[in-house]
């Protein structure tokens, strides 16, 4: 069974200050992994995710295999990034095939960054 | 494009009614999903569809009906509300099969079952 924990409901920061959101998983064989992010007043929208190496909004996330987490980081943070964030993962299905997208969330952590 | 459009927006039930929540994408996806969205739960999945004429249950099914008769549609019925029902719903589509394609969310339904 494939599991995703985040373990901070709430975040509170403030800005400029460094952020992580954390984010650890349980999955036996290689996940793939996703940050969601669901602003004030609008959907839920991907942000990033691990394979593409990629910052966003100047995030970053990385894969730690050891450890199972992709802890979302972020070095200066922003009133701006006040959300909802929301770590995922989609694994394999039953029969070892593609899970055709299906995601397993975490709980989400609600972070504030203060003025 | 619209994207993905759910409907209604906000939707108050009596225990026992019945009714259906609409979901309608644009962008020709295969992959078609519906999730609730409880605190301190994250998001749950509840039925999915590869394809039209294609559904199978997520990890939280009971009470809850699908299909997909066309590729742009995939209604949520709820054949009985109850008060545990009551959430937060969101659709999701993706653009292919591969496992790190995005999901692209409906502004979600709000549904309260007293």
């Known amino acids: 069974a494939q599991r995703v924990t985040q373990p901070e409901k709430l975040l509170s920061v403030f800005k400029g200050a460094p952020v992580e959101l954390k984010c650890n998983y349980s999955?036996?064989?290689?996940?793939?992994l996703f940050w969601y992010v669901q602003y004030s007043r609008q959907r839920l929208q991907l942000l990033l995710r691990?394979?593409s190496r990629e910052s966003i909004k100047g995030f970053t996330a990385d894969l730690n295999k050891g450890e199972t987490s992709f802890h979302l980081k972020k070095p200066f943070a922003q009133e701006e990034d006040s959300a909802m964030y929301y770590c995922?993962?989609?694994?394999?299905?039953?029969?070892?095939?593609?899970?055709?997208?299906?995601?397993?969330f975490g709980q989400g952590t609600i972070l504030t960054v203060h003025p | 494009n619209a994207g993905v459009t759910q409907t209604p927006k906000f939707q108050v039930l009596k225990t026992g009614q019945s009714m259906t929540l609409q979901c309608a994408q644009d962008?020709?996806?295969?992959?078609m999903s519906w999730y609730r969205q409880d605190p301190g739960m994250g998001l749950r999945l509840i039925h999915y569809?590869?394809?039209?004429?294609?559904?199978d249950q997520g990890e939280v099914p009971n009470g809850y009906n699908v299909s997909r008769s066309t590729t742009e549609d995939f209604p949520l019925r709820l054949l009985s509300a109850a008060p545990s029902q009551t959430s937060v719903y969101f659709c999701?589509?993706?653009?292919?099969?591969?496992?790190?394609?995005?999901?692209?969310f409906g502004n979600g339904t709000r549904l309260t079952v007293t």
């Open positions: 999955y036996s064989g290689s996940p793939e």
């Open positions: 995922a993962l989609s694994g394999r299905n039953n029969a070892g095939g593609t899970s055709y997208g299906k995601l397993t």
């Open positions: 569809s590869v394809g039209a004429g294609i559904t």
């Open positions: 962008m020709n996806h295969e992959y």
């Open positions: 691990h394979i």
């Open positions: 999701a589509s993706s653009t292919s099969r591969g496992r790190n394609s995005p999901l692209h």
